[in-house]
């Protein structure tokens, strides 16, 4: 299995340029989540999904959109990119567990530099 | 809703030395707790977990049980090494069960 993986590993973007950051799994989770993670903030939670169909926002999803047409993958757009969207940007996924015990897996992340 | 609060860093230690990175955190329910680490220019990684009161994660020689009274899980190992220099977050489900909410993190650096 190659768990999560996510595309591409950096990229540069000028201010105001769309782009989507990519995001795969073949683990069969159900659950995917887009996390941000900016130097003493810890990681933030931007969307999820809890299966094919179903997104919900997290905590910062303002300038982000998601969509999941499939299980396996999870893509994340930026319409207009902003500087303060420079960031480091992880993927992660989980099986739908009972009891409150999700257990996410991480993809490797992609550092997003916009000037 | 649910938080948590970490011991801020850096913690610096030489090999062999004892390690304790405090967390504490605030939840409606019972929460499941949980500590990642992060290994430099890599993503995290689930380093231990525990899903209810008294119960104690273990791995790698890294320890930490779920304190319900004093609302802590601090993580602990007896004799650090080199390779265990990285950032640790500890983490918390939401109260909707929904998401993983992160400390600040804590970089623990190694030296021999």
């Known amino acids: 299995n190659a768990g999560v993986t996510q595309t591409p590993k950096f990229q540069v973007l000028k201010t105001g340029q769309s782009m989507t950051l990519q995001c795969a799994q073949d683990m069969n989770h159900e659950y995917m989540s887009w996390y941000r993670q900016d130097p003493g903030m810890g990681l933030r939670l931007i969307h999820y999904?809890?299966?094919?169909?179903?997104?919900d926002q997290g905590e910062v999803p303002n300038g982000y959109n998601v969509s999941r047409s499939t299980t396996e993958d999870f893509p994340l757009r930026l319409l207009s990119a902003a500087p303060s969207q420079t960031s480091v940007y992880f993927c992660?996924?989980?099986?739908?567990?009972?009891?409150?015990?999700?257990?996410?897996?991480f993809g490797p992340g992609t550092r997003l530099t916009v000037t | 809703g649910n938080s948590v609060t970490q011991m801020e860093g850096p913690v610096t230690l030489s090999e062999e030395a004892f390690l304790t990175i405090n967390c504490t955190y605030t939840?409606?329910?019972?929460?499941?707790l949980f500590w990642y680490v992060q290994y430099p220019g890599e993503g995290l990684q689930l380093l231990l977990k525990?899903?209810?009161?008294?119960d104690k994660g273990s791995n790698k020689g890294f320890e930490a049980t779920y304190r319900k009274e004093t609302t802590s899980f601090h993580l602990e190992k007896g004799s650090v090494q080199v390779s265990d220099s990285a950032v640790y977050f500890c983490a918390l489900t939401n109260q909707a069960g929904t998401a993983l909410i992160f400390g600040k993190g804590t970089t623990l650096s190694v030296s021999s």
């Open positions: 525990a899903t209810k009161a008294d």
């Open positions: 999904s809890v299966g094919a169909g179903i997104t």
């Open positions: 939840a409606t329910g019972y929460p499941s």
């Open positions: 992660a996924s989980s099986p739908l567990g009972t009891g409150h015990s999700y257990e996410q897996y």
